[in-house]
């Protein structure tokens, strides 16, 4: 059983910084594609940024240029670099792998509370 859990979350100020990581565990897999997605209370889910196998990355038009994803395939983790934070990143930050294409069978981690706010 693949378990994906996120740390790092936390309380920063506007204009701030924080790091997530995202560690797989349990059975050994090489997911192909990984990616963070976010929701905000009263929202849909939404992607962040992700990577594929390849190492080709994609962002949400609102992270660009503040958010930089990276992934150590080796040890199957994920991070995500998030600058100049706004109030408007705060969300419930979620992993997510995929062994091949994105699909509903894909894994997701539990989340990590990322709060913006003075």
């Known amino acids: 059983q693949v378990q994906l859990v996120e740390s790092g979350g936390g309380l920063v100020q506007p204009g701030g910084s924080l790091r997530l990581s995202c560690t797989a565990s349990?059975?050994?897999?090489?997911?192909?594609?990984m990616g963070w997605y976010r929701q905000a209370p009263g929202k849909q889910r939404e992607l962040v940024a992700a990577?594929?196998?390849?190492?080709?990355?994609n962002y949400a038009d609102s992270v660009k240029g503040r958010f930089t994803i990276s992934r150590d395939s080796a040890k199957n983790t994920l991070a995500l670099q998030m600058n100049s934070l706004k109030p408007e990143d705060t969300a419930v930050y979620y992993c997510?792998?995929?062994?091949?294409?994105?699909?509903?069978?894909?894994?997701w981690g539990q989340g990590t509370q990322v709060t913006v706010s003075s």
């Open positions: 349990g059975s050994i897999f090489r997911f192909n594609a």
């Open positions: 990577i594929g196998g390849g190492g080709s990355r």
């Open positions: 997510r792998g995929a062994l091949s294409s994105w699909s509903p069978a894909d894994y």
